[in-house]
């Protein structure tokens, strides 16, 4: 699903759920935490991204139906109080390193499912992290604990973790496109060659599959066995820990790995085939 798809899907169910509150668009809106023009906006069909995270949560919990439905994740609209209490917000600006050591050591002996947001993490080089967050202007320190706490720890004995990413990401990251065109061709190049070797080296524990963009869309989360679900946000983590929110991101998962077009066994190779522009 592209993400025009995503946000139509989104309207469509949002106004179900507007249509049956009996509400007006200002008391609706007030309910959720915002203002009647950005309700009109959401309802209208114009707008082509997702609301944020927060409004999200806020519609799921005022009007009893799971954030999984309202992406169309699910077909089951109905939520449980459980759910609701276990969605939590946790940003990343203070020390996102620290959360991210938490949840995997809690989900040590499991299987971790990553759809990361750009290149993998614990397969960046410190010049395409500093590229990336030069560009964001923020500092690089905590990026790179990051990368270096997930390499280590996909390095370690009886680790097991999925990675699915679009094929498309890494074409666009040789050819030096779109975010990537102020990164120097040497540094695409050391990435590149750093990420072949470390995808050979950490098969089979780490497992990256590439998947066609055109025929899937994901937004990036990882899911930390069966313990959550953080669903990466920009700055900030949407944490879902539901049993059946779980269930249903795995399955949304495995939907793609049966679309992979590179399997794990051929991901390092491909990577080093990529041409550079």
């Excluded at 005022?62 to 609701?84: K, P, Q």
């Excluded at 983590?237 to 779980?246: C, K, P, R």
Aim: glycine share 8%.
């Amino acid at each position: 699903m592209d993400k025009r798809a995503l946000a139509e899907v989104f309207r469509a169910r949002l106004q179900s759920v507007f249509d049956r509150s009996r509400l007006s668009q200002a008391a609706f809106a007030h309910g959720i935490g915002i203002d009647r023009s950005a309700l009109s906006l959401l309802l209208s069909g114009r707008m082509v991204r997702l609301p944020r995270v927060e409004t999200l949560l806020a519609i799921a919990e005022r009007h009893a139906v799971t954030i999984d439905w309202l992406l169309g994740l699910s077909e089951d609209e109905g939520v449980t109080g459980a759910m609701l209490s276990t969605g939590t917000i946790e940003t990343t600006e203070e020390d996102g390193a620290s959360l991210l050591m938490r949840w995997h050591a809690e989900a040590a002996g499991t299987k971790i499912r990553y759809v990361p947001a750009r290149i993998p993490d614990l397969l960046r080089t410190t010049e395409v992290i500093a590229y990336e967050a030069a560009a964001a202007h923020q500092s690089p320190l905590a990026q790179v604990e990051d990368a270096a706490f997930r390499l280590e720890y996909n390095r370690a004995a009886g680790t097991d973790m999925e990675c699915c990413m679009p094929l498309q990401t890494l074409e666009q990251f040789a050819a030096g496109a779109g975010i990537w065109s102020g990164l120097s061709k040497a540094g695409r190049q050391a990435q590149l060659a750093h990420m072949s070797a470390l995808v050979e080296e950490l098969y089979p524990s780490f497992r990256l599959f590439l998947f066609d963009g055109r025929e899937r869309f994901s937004i990036p989360y990882t899911i930390f066995g069966s313990t959550r679900v953080a669903i990466f946000a920009g700055q900030m983590y949407l944490v879902l820990s539901s049993a059946e929110t779980i269930r249903t991101m795995q399955r949304q998962f495995e939907g793609l790995i049966r679309h992979t077009r590179v399997h794990a066994h051929e991901a390092a190779g491909f990577v080093r085939g990529l041409k550079l522009g």
